[in-house]
């Protein structure tokens, strides 16, 4: 079972930046594919990225591409989101995820673990 928790997230202006980590326990990532997610109320899970087990390949929402680069480091079992030129539409709760397999995936239905997510707010 993998555990899974997000932190860096919070309040910030359009423009600005912010890195969310995931740390996962309870038993090794370095060998599974992880990704983000974000949830606004009333509406589905989105995809935002994914990476591969070794963070060597990655994919993106197309309405990120640019501003979002998601990595890791599997000698510290984290994950990292970094969000640059951050927009109102941007504003959700983000959610990490892994799977039960080392590749990178865009549907919701590929992904075993969760973590509770962190909520990101940006001010227009």
């Known amino acids: 079972q993998v555990q899974l928790v997000e932190s860096g997230g919070g309040l910030v202006q359009a423009g600005a930046s912010l890195r969310l980590s995931c740390l996962a326990s309870?038993?090794?990532?370095?060998?599974?594919?992880m990704g983000w997610f974000r949830q606004n109320p009333g509406k589905e899970r989105e995809f935002v990225a994914a990476a591969n087990w070794n963070g060597n390949r990655t994919i993106y929402a197309d309405s990120v591409k640019g501003r979002f680069t998601i990595s890791r480091d599997n000698s510290k079992s984290t994950m990292y989101l970094q969000m640059n030129s951050l927009e109102p539409g941007d504003t959700a709760v983000y959610y990490c995820t892994a799977r039960g397999g080392p590749l990178e995936k865009k549907d919701t239905n590929d992904y075993d673990w969760w973590g509770q997510g962190t909520q990101v707010t940006v001010s227009s």
């Open positions: 309870g038993h090794s990532v370095s060998n599974l594919g």
